[in-house]
């Protein structure tokens, strides 16, 4: 079984800001792509950011400058560390990564229970 466990969200003041973690565990062969997703009320799901198992990142146009995502591949954990946040960034926070469980196994899609990020004064 994996599980990808988020924390870190909570109340914050626009101009704040706000540090996810997201730890795998389970049985884990490799992690390849990890990241951030956010669904706000009434809207879609949508990537927020995302990071290789090399360390290269994607962003979301609405995101960049302000959030960077980072991981440490030994402890299988992945980071968004979110500055400058704004009423508009409120939503929940899911990870979601792709892992093999075995060699012999192929990738397989995971999502996390996600975490609320309230933006707010």
């Known amino acids: 079984q994996v599980q990808l466990v988020e924390s870190g969200g909570g109340l914050v003041q626009p101009g704040g800001s706000l540090r996810l973690s997201c730890a795998a565990s389970?049985?884990?062969?490799?992690?390849?792509?990890m990241g951030w997703y956010r669904q706000a009320p009434g809207k879609q799901r949508e990537l927020v950011a995302s990071?290789?198992?090399?360390?290269?990142?994607n962003y979301a146009d609405s995101v960049k400058g302000r959030f960077t995502i980072s991981r440490d591949n030994a402890k299988n954990t992945v980071y968004l560390q979110m500055n400058s946040l704004k009423p508009e960034d409120t939503a929940v926070y899911y990870c979601?990564?792709?892992?093999?469980?075995?060699?012999?196994?192929?990738?397989?899609?995971?999502w996390g229970q996600g975490t609320q990020v309230i933006v707010s004064s």
């Open positions: 389970g049985t884990i062969f490799s992690i390849n792509a």
């Open positions: 990071i290789t198992s090399g360390g290269s990142t």
């Open positions: 979601n990564a792709d892992i093999r469980r075995a060699s012999y196994r192929p990738f397989y899609n995971y």
